[in-house]
Structures are given as C-alpha cells and as structure tokens.
C-alpha cells in the first residue's frame, strides 16, 4: 500500500474545513457564547498590534475555554472587523481527519480551494500539538507578511518547552479557570445584575484608600452562598453550566487531570515520572501554599532535585498549579530557591482530592483553600496588568501571604486569614525598610465573613502610610477579577468593537441582556 492511500482525500479535507468554518458560507458558530472572557480582549488587542513576525499562543488547562475564546476570535474578525471570509481559517487539530495530517496538506487544500482575497489572512490553530512540525510550520508562514497566527494547545507543558526555545516569535497569554467575576457574569446574571446595578454602580474600587464597609456587606450577602458553589463546581465553564451533581462533576474534572497527565505529559516524561508529576499534584492540592522543600520531595518520589524541579515547572507551565517566589524586602538573601505552590483551582483541587460539600464546614481547610484562589486571582491579576506576585518570608517563619508589586514600583500587601486573624503578620511589616513601608499603597486582610469589614487600621504601631482595610474573601475575589474585567473590556472601545454591555462598565447591567449573552 502506498503511503499517501491512507491519508484522507482533497475533498474530506475541504468538507472537515467547510464544517468547522461556518461563515464560509456566511453562517456563524452555532452556540458560541457572546459574553467573552477577559483573555479575549487581550489577545484581539495583541492582534491589531502585532506585525507578521510574531504569533500569538493561548495556554491554559484542558476545559477552560481556550476554543471558544479563538472562535469568538474568528466571529469578531469577521462579524466586527469585516475580515473577508474566506481569508479567516479555523483549524481545530484534534479532530479527523485534519488529526496529524501533514501540515501542507490541509493548507494547499484551503488555498487552492478557497483563493483568499487581497490583505490580511487570520490562521486560527486549535490544539496545535497534534500536528507535526508545528514549530517550523509557524515559523515558515510568519515570512509572509499578510498572516497573521493564534494558536492553542492543552499539552502546555510540552509546548512551552517548544515555545521558551522561540521567544521572539510568540506572545503567551494565559487563559486560566474561570475567575469568579466571569462566573457570577456567564451564570447567575441575576446575582451579577443585582450586584452591579444596585450596590457597585461602576464603582472601581482598587483606587480607593477605604472601602465602604457597608457596601461591601451588601456584596457579601449576595456572593456568599454562589462562592460556595463556585469553590466546588465553579472553574470550568463547560462543568459549571450543567446540573449534574458534584460528585458526576468531580468525575469529570478527574478524567480532565488524567488526560492531562497521562496524555499530554507523555511526550516529555516516561510512566514513573508522570505517577511521580500526580503524587507531586496530589501534595499540592493537600498542602496549598506549601514552602517547596525540594530535599524532602526528591527523598520521599526517590529522584534528583533537579528532576523535582523539572516536575514543578511541568505543573506550572501545564497550569496544574500556580508557583509563587519570595520578594523578601528587608534583606539580601531572598530564598528564592522555596516556591510556594498552590492549587491552580478550587474545584480541580477538591476533585482531585474528592472533597464533598463538607469541605465547606472546615475552617482550617477552606482557610487553605481561599488562600489558593487569591494566589490565584492575584496571578491573574498579574498578567493583566503586568506586575508581579510573590510571597514574603524570612527564615524564622515570619511571612505575609501575598505581595503584588505594580508597574510603578508601589506595593500591595495581602494577608489571607480565614479563620481568627493573628498579629504576627503585621509585626513583619515593621521589619521592612522605610523606603519599603512608604511604597505600600494599600493593605488588605481578606477575612472569612463581613464581621469587622471596613477600614481596621491599628491606632498605634501602624508601620505603613496606608489603611487596613478588612474585606471579605468572596468580595475580594469579585471585585479583583471584576477590574482585570473592566481594564481588558475597555479596550473593545479602543479598537472600535462593540460597546460593553455590562455593569461592571456601565454600572447597568440589564438582566434582559445579560440573558440574551449566555
């Protein structure tokens, strides 16, 4: 048999290209989703901005929606900017027969076929690491100057290995879980409306020095049961929209995890190693912000220190986990050798761990748990603005949870504290420099519930210019991933989209609309 008898004729390639390219025949994606996650906004913008010589690569877990944010891609491209049909291609390579088919043959078959018109050609690539010689297929078409390329992939480990090696030829966005802002948006429009039209009212709260303390009671009131259920079932949008109950949900997110170690991890470690990467995840998911200890791992999965290294990048580039550094401020030593690792997301921990409901009545580990999803959010957070996310410790144990630090130099200190809040946390402030303490702008303890909310600034031995202010964790977590929301959807005005339809912008989320959007 001939070697080019097995693989699929012109005419199945061109019907697999039509069927998954619908406004080649001027219909859209049936079921796409209007409301679009902030990453969308991101990644349009780099778009517009880049030139031929560089793409753009999505990376985030298996599930969290990195297709349906390329989609929404093409139907902007063609719907908003009016991007000739034929000239956007969607390529979706997990499925057959466009599944590792040489790359020239899908692409000689679009162009013969479809003749694309003068100007700009989109090229949208889902799940990339199924076709061979993707890195030097990439690097060919960026010659041209009219192409430009989005990329997916779920083997993200892998393929940020290729990546690191192409720097200068792709832009990586991080697509995480579903933030809890974009859950309370895309699922429960009524909560968000109420929210945002009767409490918030276009209110950006981040740039203020005191937050209300009643207003935030009243968000607390709203989020506090939805924050529950987002924790167990909340981060993947296509296991958070179905009724099924959480242990067929938890079934599911495990079957995730298993596809993404067992699947996608194969190329890069042998079986041990892969068991290995699942106790290390496991351990994670049971210790959230564990200080890595790499002696105490490498003895206890008998390897290197140097392959426990590679096993805890190959979690955080396969978006398993979220690592944090030490931004010791107050000496030179900064014992950045200890990563502090956590869960990647609430509802993909507790699945892996099988964690029911009553994981909901145990403080000591819903305290570990809100701590993982502001390490987080904060990431998020991150990226979106282009600061950074660390951790403060010395080595007598005095720590502070979170430090972000912004573009301008200024400094947010965040303490996690789920439970009965203790003082040993601010006694570490007072060891900081004072040019240290006068570049903090704001403090905030994210406490358990609205009990002492507000502003909590001690009268005396206050080391730093800034208030406290005490603010619950559901509330915390909404209205930071609500202003990455509000920043990123903004641009859509700038790039003359279509206007914002929602509260967190306008402050008058109709829940008519917001309905409409799902």
């Known amino acids: 048999m001939k070697k080019d008898s097995i693989l699929p004729t012109e005419?199945?390639?061109?019907?697999a290209l039509r069927d998954i390219n619908p406004f080649w025949a001027n219909k859209d994606w049936p079921d796409l989703p209007v409301i679009r996650r902030y990453p969308f906004y991101s990644a349009v913008s780099y778009l517009q901005e880049l030139g031929s010589q560089r793409a753009i690569f999505l990376r985030g877990f298996r599930g969290v929606g990195k297709s349906t944010l390329l989609r929404q891609m093409g139907a902007w491209l063609r719907n908003e900017q009016k991007i000739e049909a034929k000239n956007i291609v969607y390529v979706d390579f997990e499925k057959?027969?466009?599944?590792?088919?040489?790359?020239s043959v899908w692409f000689n078959t679009w162009e013969k076929e479809l003749k694309p018109t003068e100007g700009l050609v989109y090229f949208l690539l889902d799940e990339i690491q199924y076709t061979d010689g993707w890195v030097q297929e990439v690097r060919s078409l960026l010659v041209n100057p009219r192409y430009r390329i989005v990329a997916t992939g779920?083997?993200?480990?892998?393929?940020?290995?290729?990546?690191?090696?192409?720097?200068r030829r792709w832009i990586s966005l991080h697509v995480p879980a579903l933030l809890f802002h974009e859950y309370l948006l895309i699922f429960h429009p009524q909560e968000y409306a109420k929210i945002e039209n009767d409490i918030l009212k276009g209110q950006v709260f981040f740039e203020k020095k005191?937050?209300?303390?009643?207003?935030?009671?009243r968000v607390f009131d709203t989020l506090k049961d939805l924050f529950k259920n987002y924790l167990l079932r909340g981060g993947f949008p296509e296991v958070a929209k179905t009724k099924l109950s959480l242990s067929e949900v938890q079934r599911v997110l495990t079957d995730v995890v298993d596809k993404a170690l067992y699947q996608d991890m194969r190329t890069q470690f042998s079986r041990q190693d892969i068991e290995n990467l699942e106790r290390l995840l496991e351990y994670v998911c049971r210790n959230p912000g564990v200080l890595l200890d790499k002696s105490k791992v490498s003895e206890t999965l008998e390897v290197s220190r140097p392959t426990t290294a590679r096993y805890v990048k190959a979690l955080d580039d396969g978006d398993f986990i979220r690592s944090l550094s030490n931004h010791n401020r107050g000496g030179k030593k900064a014992l950045k050798a200890k990563p502090k690792l956590y869960p990647a997301d609430a509802s993909l921990r507790n699945a892996v761990l099988g964690r029911t409901e009553e994981v909901l009545n145990q403080p000591e580990e819903m305290g570990h748990i809100v701590e993982g999803m502001v390490a987080?959010?904060?990431?998020a957070y991150a990226q979106a603005e282009?600061?950074?996310?660390?951790?403060?410790?010395?080595k007598d144990n005095e720590e502070v949870d979170f430090i972000y630090q912004r573009t301008d130099g200024k400094y947010w200190v965040i303490e996690s504290k789920y439970g009965?809040?203790?003082?040993?946390?601010l006694r570490v402030l007072t060891q900081w420099s004072k040019s240290e303490r006068e570049r903090v702008s704001s403090c905030f303890l994210v406490n358990r519930d609205k009990a002492g909310t507000g502003d909590q600034t001690p009268s005396t031995d206050w080391p730093l210019q800034c208030r406290l202010n005490v603010i619950p964790a559901p509330v915390f977590l909404y209205l930071l991933s609500r202003e990455i929301w509000m920043k990123e959807s903004t641009k859509e005005n700038i790039m003359g989209g279509t206007t914002a339809r929602t509260g967190a912008l306008t402050g008058k989320a109709e829940v008519g609309e917001v309905r409409k959007q799902q």
């Open 11 to 15: 005419a199945e390639i061109l019907h």
């Open 96 to 103: 057959r027969p466009l599944r590792q088919i040489p790359w």
């Open 154 to 167: 779920s083997a993200a480990a892998e393929i940020q290995t290729a990546l690191d090696q192409e720097v």
């Open 210 to 217: 005191i937050f209300d303390a009643t207003e935030m009671g």
């Open 376 to 379: 987080t959010h904060l990431s």
């Open 386 to 394: 282009g600061g950074q996310v660390g951790y403060w410790r010395k």
């Open 420 to 425: 009965q809040p203790d003082q040993k946390w």
